[in-house]
């Protein structure tokens, strides 16, 4: 290593902690106490780095998840506003026309072929339009 970046310390520990890690050097191969202690510091830091990382990582978590749950919790009350209203409509069609269930079958058929070839973008004009064609 280049002398001129090093810094000479001194370090006071216990002796069979000096004694394991002189034993820990040897057995991994390490050139001096000197490489081994620069390696455990560069490892203990950057393992506090990752932690602090994944405590950053785990508050956006957090905050997806709450973003996500809010939104579930909008569209679950839009989707109730939704089977409110349809549930209304389909009361007033049941009032006004006598259908069979039969026939009824048939339009659900209809209305889930159209709703999966359409993706959901059903209009009412290229109903209406169909139905005038006939």
Do not use: C
């Amino acid at each position: 290593m280049d002398s001129e970046k090093m810094q000479r310390i001194s370090l006071y520990l216990d002796r069979g902690l000096v004694k394991r890690a002189d034993r820990f050097a040897k057995e991994q191969g390490f050139s001096s106490r000197n490489e081994l202690f620069a390696r455990a510091v560069e490892s203990l830091m950057a393992d506090t780095d990752l932690q602090d990382n994944d405590i950053l990582g785990d508050k956006l978590a957090e905050a997806v998840l709450k973003l996500s749950e809010d939104n579930a919790k909008a569209i679950s009350k839009g989707l109730f506003r939704y089977a409110v209203q349809l549930e209304m409509v389909m009361r007033v069609l049941a009032e006004l026309s006598e259908y069979t269930p039969e026939q009824v079958e048939e339009m659900r058929r209809e209305a889930i072929n159209n709703v999966r070839r359409t993706r959901g973008k059903v209009s009412l004009e290229d109903i209406l339009a169909g139905y005038y064609d006939d």
